[in-house]
């Protein structure tokens, strides 16, 4: 089970990263800076702080999840090729939701209430904003990775791994509200913003890359050589239908149109 162990962590790792860029993401990335708790009177470090032992108890909370599941694995007994198996197939689902094909997967469209960053001392909106964000599934969720992290940690059959995978995902979750530690004046937020906007796209590709990769290892630590063989067929197949569905969504322009009319009847 080592290398479910492996990718579980690579895989909550991939998708902290990708849920940074959640409306959740960005505003804490906006709202929780030195600039904005300075003008409340506070002090950043203490929030970012509290903040962060949130998220480790979000991720901790998705972890004990994780953990459960593990339990049951562990019950039932499988082997390590049937476990390896399960995860491919679930790594190959989350890369096909990821990239809009199939079943949509559950989209929590929920933010955090920015209104208790006025109400509220800063240990309680650090803690309790850091812990819905840490969970991963209490806002906004980016990515199927996310799920893919509970599933790959149930399926080590070891609840004390599972729930460690949970963890790390909080952790990073938690240390991405250190990106902030420089915007101290709006024009570093602006330009901060402009930037992380722009890197978003390119995350987004990464993280699914990520996650085809953890489908193919596992199929080939299941199957060998074929077992990988199949898993990049596959993958192939779902990059290319995603393509030819994103070419289909794109608007015609007039001279296209001018071309594809039938034009007049006789």
Known sequence: MTLLVALAAV???AAAVRSTWSPCGLSMLSTITPMAERSRGRRWGVTAAWFLLGALAGGATLGAVAALGAVGVALIGPSATVALVVAAVVAAAAAAADLGLGTRMPHHRR????????????????VGFGWQIGTGLATYIMTAGVYLTAVLGALTGRPAVAFGVGVLFGLVRGLAIFLGVRLTD??????????????????RQVVIGVIVVVAVVAAAGAGGPAGALAAVVVATALVVA?????????????ERGAQLSPGPRS
């Open 111 to 126: 933010q955090v209430d920015e209104a208790w960053l006025d109400q509220f001392r800063s240990w309680v909106y650090g």
């Open 11 to 13: 895989t909550a790792v």
């Open 242 to 254: 995603s393509r030819t569905r994103a070419q289909s969504w794109l608007p015609i322009s007039p």
């Open 186 to 203: 709006p024009s570093r937020l602006r330009t901060f913003h402009r930037r992380f906007d722009a890197a978003g796209p390119v995350v």
